[in-house]
């Protein structure tokens, strides 16, 4: 995108969503200023905007106000095992490389949210929790090569942290027999 492009965004972005003076901004401003965008007629073009407009600018307006340090966050929110995944975090980051790291702790708090539903404590977990979140995800369409992955990151999990988690090897040899299959390195 040209300079003149970001510029004409940008004074776009000020004129619909009514920017006086620099002020904090939240992503529902955004995408509300970003849904009139899309909706107005230009006299050029004599029709509206489309999805992608929408889409654009809401894009242009996050960066750009992110940038300036006036994007307002919203607040992560809260799973009952933030304090184990907090503990696991604080040993992986030493242990493991970043990208590695990035990747082991998306799967594991995928997994410790599902299991919130579930127990109450992580010492309640049983191999057969590990079967169900494995044999449910694998109904809903996972790929024998992201159910290894999640195999790994749990195993991870239950090293690092030092919580029984009972990640069965059993049930996670049944989707390692297919990484030849998807081109798994071990």
Not at 92 to 104: D, I
Not at 133 to 148: K, S
Not at 175 to 186: A, L, N, P, Q
């Amino acid at each position: 995108m040209g300079l003149q492009n970001v510029a004409m965004d940008l004074l776009h972005i000020v004129r619909v969503m009514g920017i006086t003076d620099l002020r904090k901004v939240d992503d529902l401003e955004i995408r509300m200023a970003a849904e009139r965008w899309a909706q107005e007629i230009r006299p050029k073009n004599h029709r509206g905007g489309n999805k992608t407009s929408a889409l654009r600018f809401g894009h242009t307006a996050r960066r750009w106000f992110r940038n300036l340090g006036l994007l307002v966050r919203e607040p992560e929110p809260t799973y009952r095992f933030d304090s184990a995944l907090s503990q696991f975090a604080a040993s992986a980051c030493l242990s493991l490389q970043p990208g590695t790291f990035k990747w082991c702790i998306f799967k594991v708090k995928r997994f410790l949210i599902w299991l919130a539903s579930r127990h109450d404590s992580l010492s309640s977990i049983s191999s057969q929790d590990i079967d169900d979140y494995l044999d449910n995800n694998r109904i809903r369409g996972w790929r024998p090569r992201t159910l290894v992955g999640e195999c790994q990151a749990l195993r991870t999990f239950s090293v690092l942290l030092k919580v029984a988690v009972g990640v069965n090897p059993a049930s996670c040899e049944r989707y390692e027999i297919h990484k030849s299959e998807v081109g798994i390195r071990m």
